[in-house]
């Protein structure tokens, strides 16, 4: 009987020998090194913290928030609620949900910490719940219906929900969602989700799900598929400056891009890690690698596990988020030349990412309860702290709808939504 992943699994011998070192009968001779306090840069901010109501949960749940360090992380069942977040053009932020009974998704006014809640119904009188959110030129917000996988456009002027159903038998809209805000302004797409499989592996007969990103013309509700070259997962989706859509495989360690136009697609490979990494790889390394059906939450050591990406609305990059390799790599939307950079700390685990008006790469470190800025002029990080603990950080995006631009983040083990704001030179006279 398989005790747990496939990648548990396979690692089990090592796991227990490690656990035993670190948590056996003789104590381990740890020496804690704990991050320097922030200066300078990563000082010069004004870090906000909402707290958004969960009306199912008990009362005691708002006790254990992540606010008392000397009480650790929250369990992760406290959060979960604030996945992605969008601004509205009034600068209200709209958080998908994929967690509570009451809401699909929700406004929050950060000028009142007011949180309004809104509910798309699902066939069997639930709640839809929803994971990626995005704002369309119009003023829209369009979010991932994951009751029936259709994509869901919520208009803030009547506060009513349209949904867009897509044909039977196309791959659903189940995780990030992007808009094109230039070319093709207005269209929608999102990375795939198919849980029923397409067909067998003639081979192995084992099943076969066809993702890749699905194309909303939201004009006349026509759906296009764009299926990955190979791969077997998709999750993080962007629209560059020129319309194309680039989406990734966490588990396949690769991303694909969509010419909107022609419907051609090309894919950019990444390699497995190597000894560069500082780790001692091994042949059953190797070969598990390719053997196992592992995706980025059970990858092996030598995954990077793509997994958000971000354009930059300026130049011809766009950016993706090595989860499992704490690194980020700019891939060149021309030549598609890949360059990484590794981030300050091991176990980052960089989940997302989003670029600025002016370059900056902003990224959301999953395990680390900071956000990090990568000027590539500079290739300088700096990393800002978070209030909390236990953040656990799903997303990014720029609000700039006040001056100079914040950056917001919902902060999914918490259940909280964060606002950074920078102080100007005036502000520290």
Known sequence: MQSGTA?????????????????????????????????????????????????????????????????GTPSRWQGRAAHDAAI??????FLSDETTLDASISKLDPRTGKVTSYKFPTRNGGVASTHGIA????????????????????????????????PEG????????????????????????????VKLDPVTGKSIFQNG???????????????????????????DREGHAWYSSPGSDRVD???????????????????????AITEADNENYVKLNSLQNSATPLHNCPRRIGADPNADVVWVALYCADKIA???????QVTQYALPHKYSYPYGLVVD????????????????????????????????????????????????????????????VARIQFRKPSDME
Do not use: C
């Open 170 to 197: 196309m791959p659903g809209a189940r995780n990030t969602v992007a808009i094109d805000q230039k070319i093709h302004k207005g269209a929608i797409w999102s990375a795939t989700f198919q849980d029923k499989a």
């Open 257 to 279: 891009v969509a010419d909107a136009e022609s419907g051609e697609t090309a894919e950019i490979v990444f390699e497995p890690t190597g000894p560069e990494s500082g780790m």
């Open 357 to 416: 008006n002016e370059h900056n790469v902003w990224i959301n470190l999953n395990n680390t309860d900071m956000i990090a800025k990568f000027n590539p002029t500079t290739e300088k990080f700096t990393e800002y702290q978070m209030p909390s603990r236990g953040t656990v950080m799903r997303h990014v995006v720029v609000d700039y709808t006040v001056s100079p631009p914040a950056i917001v983040a919902s902060e999914t083990g918490l259940n909280k």
């Open 88 to 93: 509205g053009p009034d600068g209200s932020i």
């Open 213 to 239: 990103a699905l194309k909303l013309d939201p004009k006349t509700g026509k759906y296009s598929f764009y299926p990955l070259i190979a791969g077997k997962d998709t999750y993080g989706v962007t629209v």
């Open 135 to 166: 704002t369309d030129p119009e003023g829209n917000i369009w979010a991932n219906n994951q009751a029936d996988s259709h994509l869901l456009m919520f208009d803030p002027k009547t506060e009513q929900f349209t949904e867009f159903v897509r």
């Open 7 to 71: 990648t548990i699994e396979a690692y089990k011998d090592e796991i227990v020998r490690f656990l035993t070192k670190v948590r056996g009968p003789v104590p381990a001779n740890y020496e804690l090194k704990p991050l320097p306090r922030p200066t300078g840069e990563a000082a010069q901010v004004v870090i906000t913290e909402f707290d958004l109501p969960r009306p199912e949960a008990p009362p005691e749940y708002y006790i254990h928030n992540g606010g008392d360090w000397m009480e």
């Open 330 to 336: 700019k891939i060149d939307t021309h030549t598609h």
